[in-house]
């Protein structure tokens, strides 16, 4: 990701004020001065991922050029406005379809995740804006060219994501496997949003206790849980089948 890396304190500010779409901030931790305040204000303003990092950490990503404590990755994506995907798709008269994702840090598993939303008709994935998988070229090529097509919204609090759904008519149903409901009890024909979380951790329970229905995918086996893609994949072919 060489060429989306940009570094200094000059070049970060200027493409945070130039509006262009920023995956992550590293500053140096502790380091202020002018410059840096500037761009934790604008960051915070706009809601832009920010790391404090070792400067250790800034020396291998910038491989030891002078980054002046700052530098930024470029996103490899456009993301979207999820109120400006609603309105399109109400104007259009089509029933909405999103994938939420909480917290999924593996990027193969997020690329393959995108490559069977594209090809299954989700209208828009939403993502965490922080502690979720960078869109990196792993996932871009798991995705298999499907990330360049998927419209991607970036979340600042999914709970606050999940109550913007409920206030559109949009049902939130989240996969958990304490759940009662099956997967083929899920009305796929009403607007829909589908909550998935990384396995082995599973979703917030926050974002349980607000879903409209929580259901689970049937395992034969004594298995803990399926890998989040294959899931996903599952879900939504099931929803295809209606």
Not at 89 to 101: E, R
Not at 159 to 182: F, Y
Not at 185 to 193: G, L, Y
């Amino acid at each position: 990701m060489s060429e989306h890396l940009i570094y200094g304190k000059h070049p970060v500010l200027e493409a945070i004020l130039k509006a262009k779409t920023i995956d992550t901030i590293f500053i140096e931790k502790d380091l202020k001065g002018e410059g840096i305040n500037e761009i934790r204000a604008k960051a915070k303003e706009l809601q832009l991922p920010v790391k404090s990092v070792p400067r250790d950490k800034l020396d291998y990503l910038t491989r030891k050029k002078n980054h002046q404590g700052v530098a930024a990755y470029l996103s490899m994506v456009t993301y979207y406005d999820k109120d400006q995907i609603l309105n399109s798709l109400n104007d259009q008269g089509t029933v909405p379809l999103f994938l939420i994702l909480d917290h999924i840090t593996d990027v193969r598993n997020f690329g393959a995740i995108a490559r069977t939303a594209y090809g299954t008709g989700v209208h828009a994935i939403l993502i965490p804006a922080k502690g979720g998988a960078q869109i990196n070229a792993d996932a871009m090529k798991t995705s298999a060219g499907a990330l360049n097509h998927m419209k991607i919204c970036r979340e600042v609090d999914l709970v606050q994501t999940v109550k913007w759904c409920k206030l559109n008519g949009i049902q939130v149903v989240v996969s958990d496997l304490k759940a009662t409901t099956g997967l083929k009890e899920i009305d796929f024909k009403r607007p829909t949003a589908i909550v998935l979380g990384e396995e082995g951790v599973g979703v917030n329970q926050l974002l349980i206790n607000r879903a409209d229905v929580t259901f689970k995918i049937p395992i034969l086996k004594q298995l803990d849980s399926y890998n989040v893609s294959v899931a996903a994949g599952m879900i939504l072919y099931q929803k295809m089948l209606g």
